[in-house]
């Protein structure tokens, strides 16, 4: 009956994105840009540098049964610095992306994620899954593999997120051989309600949308089978009720002491370091397990990492994943994807269009600007140092921040960036007293009062 039910649903949703091809949310939810370009830091310099390379998205163009995306894969917040020591930058990939319309649920043989892109976020930068090419050789008893050399036994694999955690710039992304690229939900360390990572104290940066508990998260991507990935939070029940609630993973960390076989088996597999203050369990993927009866509490998800739900975007239901994190906002296994597809794996890159497509465009599309309302924080209040606006959850336009006394002089101005979430102010220079803060698209208008006070 599920199953039925699924593949009925489904039908209603294919049939709503055909009736409304121009408007399918895998045609508009692209963050279209052609001014700003990306921007990094180096280590040691909290200063960054303005590169050459368009960030977000260029052009999007679709025909009846697909949809192009055109990026470099360079996010228009700063990327860096990689503490780990990887001498790569975020460069420029020149990549066309071809993703389904219409996609459809595979019910044959499951097909694994893999190394490399599983998906794209909606800024044009590549998702990737769990692991990082890394994992446990038995015989010499080490890692091996990826940037580490050789190769290991691919039976224990290292999880990325937490073997790479140094390497993450404060957006939680870094490059393979310059491709950007997150494993985990893009939003910034700092932002999180239990930060563990200490590389924003340093490199000011944000993610590419900030998660609000209060929200139904934003769609943030979508996965090579065609199916939209969102942020952390959804409506808890899959017909949208239920208020909002943060989307739980179904896999939790096996009962384990040593690795000698998988979750659910007890036939033999060539041995894992055994679980250790250096090898904690969560250090590889085969250390979790998945719980089926978890999904019969609504707000928990599927093997995949999704579940079939309404969201603000597919009023009629759509299967989607959501970017699971913990309770304190820390990403959570599988993360985004995985570790198999739902559906048909599709959706590539390729080297050129080879059919009449349109090319979509928002002011094509009738969007009105000024029915946005902004919402945004600003803090601290008073502030001494540093005044820092950060927009609520996703930032899909260019924002002018301005400093305003209460005179109605501008003291300083800034940009935030369409697909970033956080603007700055040196207070250096400013003196004490009231100031305004206004944010504003030109048309909607947010103003907030600040104290600046030493």
């Given at each position: ?96 992306f071809k993703f389904p319309l219409a ?211 597919y009023p009629l239901g759509t299967y ?107 207070l250096k220079t400013i003196y004490d ?22």
């Amino acid at each position: 009956m599920k199953i039925k039910i699924t593949l009925f649903l489904s039908a209603l949703t294919f049939g709503f994105q055909m009736l409304n091809a121009q408007v399918s949310p895998a045609i508009s939810g692209w963050l279209q840009n052609t001014s700003v370009t990306g921007r990094h830091y180096v280590s040691g310099n909290p200063t960054p540098f303005t590169d050459v390379t368009l960030a977000n998205c260029q052009v999007v163009q679709y025909s009846t049964s697909w949809v192009y995306v055109s990026t470099r894969g360079i996010p228009s917040y700063i990327t860096g610095p990689f503490l780990d020591g990887n001498p790569s930058l975020a460069s420029d990939q020149n990549a066309i992306f071809k993703f389904p319309l219409a996609p459809v649920q595979n019910t044959s043989t499951p097909v694994a994620t893999t190394g490399g892109n599983i998906g794209v976020f909606i800024n044009g930068v590549a998702l990737f899954d769990y692991r990082d090419g890394v994992s446990w050789q038995n015989s010499s008893g080490s890692l091996k593999g990826g940037p580490l050399g050789g190769m290991g036994d691919n039976v224990w694999n290292r999880d990325a997120i937490v073997g790479e955690k140094l390497g993450f710039d404060c957006s939680k992304g870094h490059p393979a051989m310059g491709n950007y690229h997150h494993h985990q939900n893009p939003s910034a360390f700092k932002l999180d309600l239990a930060v563990i990572s200490t590389v924003c104290v340093i490199y000011n940066a944000d993610g590419l949308y900030a998660i609000d508990s209060t929200q139904h998260s934003p769609l943030i991507g979508f996965a090579y089978d065609g199916f939209p990935i969102y942020g952390a939070y959804g409506y808890k029940n899959a017909d949208g009720t239920g208020g909002i609630v943060r989307m739980k993973s179904s896999y939790a960390l096996r009962s384990i002491t040593v690795r000698t076989t998988y979750a659910g088996s007890t036939v033999a597999v060539t041995a894992g370091p055994n679980v250790s203050a250096t090898y904690p369990l969560g250090y590889f993927r085969e250390d979790y397990q998945y719980n089926a009866t978890s999904t019969l509490t609504p707000d928990y998800l599927d093997d995949h990492n999704g579940r079939f739900c309404v969201t603000p975007e597919y009023p009629l239901g759509t299967y989607c994943y959501f970017a699971t994190v913990d309770k304190y906002w820390n990403s959570y296994y599988p993360y985004v994807v995985g570790p198999y597809f739902y559906g048909t794996k599709v959706a590539t890159k390729v080297t050129s269009i080879t059919e009449t497509t349109t090319t979509y465009t928002t002011s094509a599309a009738g969007i009105n600007n000024s029915e946005v309302v902004i919402s945004a924080k600003v803090f601290p209040n008073p502030a001494s140092d540093m005044i820092v606006v950060q927009i609520n959850n996703l930032n899909k336009s260019n924002l002018d921040v301005e400093l305003i006394d209460m005179t109605g002089r501008v003291v300083q101005k800034t940009i935030l960036y369409q697909g970033s979430t956080l603007a700055y102010f040196d207070l250096k220079t400013i003196y004490d007293g009231e100031y305004i803060i206004k944010v504003t698209d030109g048309n909607s208008i947010l103003n907030k009062k600040i104290i600046v006070s030493r």
